[in-house]
């Protein structure tokens, strides 16, 4: 218990001495140990966890604690007011007072339902914590380096570095104390911070569009907010269920259940920024690229799908799982197709979140155990990879002043470091034998299984167009202008760390993922389905798995010895006219000299946002709001 509390407790008190430290070595030092601390904190936990054996669950009086939770709450919700009454949004205002107030009136009528404890850690929450904690360690440490570049670079933005940096690990703190949380009001209380912080982080430049795209992500997750609010209401007074794990559990043999079950899923897919509530994350990206790696791979979105896979055993074979499966897929689909337009790094990396997002989401609506294990390995191999390419692309940002894909041509060669880890990412990204794939595979076996032939054609065209636009990204890295120079590496050490630390993950679980399958995965769908998991990996398929990581190494090796010993002949490249020499310039039919430009096939008029952002959106939106009507209304 004294980890758990370390670990809920510890990372705002950092915030709170990063917050008032001032720029330099005594900050630095300040968030490199806390950063440690949480790793190290992280990894006894689940060493000890894993040595008990079985789930393990605290506190079951926790009256004070209530207590002060609900005038933080409150405390929360002027912070909303204040905000949304400065900047005259106010429809933020009557969101938070529809999603807080409700929760404290029960709680201060003692309504609220009592029983069961408050805190619960399984092999879930250990996966959870190995996410937040290391990736959310490694993205805090990133960031020292990286804000005074920011600064340095964006000199119009007043400098809040310290405020900015006290927020990644207020972030943190809430997320930890989400994952450890059973009781219903207690993830409630959680969930709202990680809204707030979010909202503090997007909107951190302070200019126009930061804070109308700040103000978007808070009146979405304060809509979901109200939805988990309400569920909270109606399993409390009516169902007398206090905690996550006993409405699920009772989700078996009582229909009343289908009513909260569907308000938290409504509120997972806001927070999982699933259409239609996906701009609010596309809208995020205009924050320095440390909350961009944060919110898209340790906490918030992390936060929606997490909420769902603790769901997925009651929405198998009723209209909720339906409404989340039909969102999930359609998102993965029409997401993956959006991306393919986007020239703008972050950008793709946004859509391709929100596209991986809605895979994970359809996994957990199927809720059969190979949907829900293909859902929990997505989660980790998305986290690793997803924050390694954001990262990767704000130290691209911070050495050539872009991070345009286009501007990235020849990348190997102009900052080869920097190329190497992102193509690394892609690969995780997309590529045999790294987990994303696998993940897949076990996806698309989970939709055939369940006979959902929509996930499946929703699957393989999402695929496709995921390998489109990953493969267009790859190809700008490694195409190479005779004669690029490279670039100074200005990258700073705590960057590199982190870096490389995330390059070793990915590498590391693509070669470990059956070990991590079956030291957390397995155990945690024993304990979910009160069965026995059939091994979901045969033999065959680790062998083949091995036969594709052994030829990524043994082809260069087998070309480099085929081609030894031989001159290397320099060949210019075809133009649309007659080359210079220069591999530059080219003189056209006319007699001009032209300049050669390689671009991408970007295809705006087919999948840009003009053409199917919107349409997706409305139809995103007509599909959840009548599968819940059906659902809740089934349900009463």
Known sequence: MEMIATLM??????????????????????????????????????????????????????????????????????????????????????????GTLPVVWMEAAGLSAEGGEHILVDHLTLIMCLVVGIVGALICVYAVGYIKDYHKHHTEYKDRSSFFLSMLFVFMGAMFGLIFSSNLTWIYFFWEITTLCSFLLIGYTQTEEAVNNSFRALWMNLLG???????????????????LQDLVAASAGNGAVIVPVTLLAF??????????????????????????????SATMVKAGVYLLIRLAPSLHGNLVGVMVTCIGGFTFFAASLLAISQSDGKKVLAYS?????????????????????????????????????????????????????????????????????????????????????????????????????????????????????????????????????????????SEKCSLYTLTFLVIALCILFPVFSGVFVEPFLSQMFNTTVVALISGSDINAMLLMLCMIVILPVMVNLLTFGKENKMVISYMAGVNRGDDRTFVDSFGQEKSMYLANWYMDEYFG??????????LASAIMVILMILAIGGAI
């Not at 205009?286 to 944060?294: D, E, F, G, I, N």
């Not at 299984?449 to 695929?463: A, I, P, Q, Y």
Request: with cysteine.
């Open 267 to 296: 509120a997972a897919l806001t927070k999982s920024a699933q259409m239609p509530f996906s701009r609010w994350l596309l809208g995020a990206m205009v924050a320095p690229t440390p909350t961009s790696a944060l919110l898209h």
């Open 353 to 493: 979140t929100i596209s991986n997002l809605g895979l994970i989401t359809a996994c957990a609506g199927v809720g059969l155990q190979e949907a829900v294990w293909a859902a929990t390995l997505l989660l980790v191999f998305h986290a690793v990879s997803k924050s390694l390419l954001f990262l990767s692309v704000g130290a691209v940002e911070n050495s050539t002043g872009s991070r345009n894909i286009e501007d990235m041509h020849g990348l190997i060669v102009r900052l080869p470091k920097l190329a190497f880890v992102m193509i690394v990412g892609i690969c995780g990204m997309f590529l045999a034998p790294f987990g994303m794939l696998i993940s897949k595979w076990a996806a698309l076996k989970a939709f055939v299984d369940s006979k959902s032939v929509w996930l499946v054609v929703f699957l393989v065209f999402g695929s496709a167009s995921t390998l489109f636009y990953w493969g267009k990204w790859l190809g700008k890295l490694v195409a190479v202008i005779h004669r690029s120079e490279q670039l100074k590496d200005t990258v700073r050490k």
């Open 9 to 98: 407790v510890f990372p705002f008190l950092a915030a709170l001495l990063i917050a008032l430290a001032k720029p330099g070595k005594l900050r630095d030092g300040l968030i490199y140990c806390s950063s440690f601390v949480i790793v190290a904190t992280v990894l006894l936990l689940c060493v000890s966890s894993l040595q008990g054996g079985g789930t393990q669950s605290y506190l079951l009086e926790t009256q004070m604690l209530d207590e002060f939770f609900m005038v933080v709450e409150l405390g929360l919700m002027g912070l909303v007011f204040y905000y949304g009454i400065r900047y005259k949004r106010w429809i933020v205002l009557l969101l938070s007072a529809a």
């Open 225 to 243: 907010g109200m939805g988990f609010s309400f569920a909270i209401l109606y399993s409390s007074i009516a169902l007398h269920i206090a905690n």
């Open 609 to 618: 946002e003009k053409k199917l952002l919107k349409p997706s959106l409305v």
